[in-house]
């Protein structure tokens, strides 16, 4: 990320919930009012997932609840978005998910340095519920060494 990136939705637990291999960065095809959902911060990708339909990849299940001031020209909530790679990068994500049974989850929503609207998507497999406490005890035990270094420093 850069300095002028803005998160506008994170999705904390695909951290947890998979093995993140790769990450890349797709563009979104927006509405308007969308776009203004978004700058106020308002949205979720925590069930959200990429999936191929037609030679495309869409994000499904991202949910950017309606623009309140918009009367006549609001959109759906949980629609399917186009996400936006060039085709190298399309035919090597669509190659992984048939070949490999990788998943494509968003891992964040935001606003490049140009005022684009992108998407952070990672390449990833499920993690077993004994990978996910073996992290966690890892992650504790980092917390803990990191507690007791400080304390024996002072």
Do not use: C
Not at 38 to 46: E, F
Not at 136 to 148: C, F, L, Y
Request: glycine residues 8%.
């Amino acid at each position: 990320m850069r300095s002028g990136d803005r998160y506008v939705a994170q999705n904390r637990r695909a951290r947890h919930d998979y093995v993140i291999e790769d990450t890349l960065e797709a563009g979104l095809v927006l509405k308007g009012t969308e776009v203004k959902v978004l700058r106020n911060g308002q949205a979720s990708i925590a069930e959200a997932y990429a999936s191929a339909e037609g030679g495309e990849l869409y994000l499904i299940n991202a949910n950017i609840p309606e623009y309140p001031s918009s009367a006549h020209f609001n959109h759906e909530p949980r629609r399917p978005r186009k996400l936006l790679l060039h085709r190298k990068e399309m035919n090597r994500l669509l190659g992984a998910i048939r070949r490999e049974g990788v998943t494509v989850v968003p891992l964040s929503i935001y606003f490049n340095e140009r005022g684009r609207a992108k998407v952070a998507l990672g390449l990833a497999h499920g993690r077993r519920k004994a990978d996910k406490r073996e992290a966690e005890r890892a992650r504790d035990w980092q917390r803990s060494r990191a507690r007791i270094m400080r304390e024996q420093g002072d």
